[in-house]
Every structure is written in C-alpha cells, then in structure tokens.
C-alpha cells in the first residue's frame, strides 16, 4: 500500500502572503520572484520592496511561471512575457463567455 502526500493551500481574496511564503509555495526563488514583480508580470498587493505582500491569488500565477521555467527552460524576462500573455487570454476568454452569454440561445 502506497500514501500519496498532497499539499493544498486554501486561497481566497482576503489572505495575504509575504514573499517568503510565496517562494516557498511557488518553487520560484527570492531572486526570481523580485524580477517578475520589478517587469509587471507579478504585483504586489502593497508594501516597499523590502516587505512585499502579495494576495494569496498571486500563488497561482507564481506556480504557473515555476511550471513555464521549468518546461520551457525560460529566464525571468520570458517568464514576464508568457505571464502577460497568459493573463491577457483570460481576459479575452472572459470577455468572450460575458459577450455569449447575452446572446440568445436556441433551445
């Protein structure tokens, strides 16, 4: 009989998290993290650069770059970009279901 060890973490829009705990929930390093946020690919919630929070969504969009380095061998720059485009395809996406769902459907 073998056990599976999971990891969760409960995210909701209230939590907070500094950026010690998000290199350690996103498997990117300091260094990484510090880089992504100076190029916009990942934002801070408040705080100078010493004491960054983030909002514990922001553990998402970390893993997201730690799997895209680590497929696609990508440095922190092509990291901010995939990010970017990352976050603009949801966007669309949401326009697009916002956009059908006021069109009327055939029943």
């Known amino acids: 009989m073998t056990s599976l060890l999971v990891e969760a973490v409960w995210l909701n829009d209230a939590d907070a998290c500094t950026l010690e ?6 498997g990117l390093s300091h260094a990484e993290l510090a880089e992504l946020v100076t190029l916009g690919a990942i934002e ?19 893993r997201t770059a730690r799997r895209l380095r680590d497929d696609f061998e990508l440095d922190t720059q092509g990291l901010a970009v995939a990010l970017n485009l990352l976050q603009r395809i949801q966007a669309l996406e949401a ?3 916002a956009a059908d769902a ?3 459907h055939p029943v």
Not at 21 to 26: F, G, Q, R, T, V
């Open 21 to 26: 705990e998000l290199a350690e929930y996103s």
């Open 44 to 62: 801070p919630d408040r705080g100078p650069a010493a004491a960054y929070v983030f909002r514990s969504q922001t553990i998402v969009v970390a």
């Open 95 to 97: 326009r697009l279901a």
């Open 102 to 104: 006021r069109l009327p």
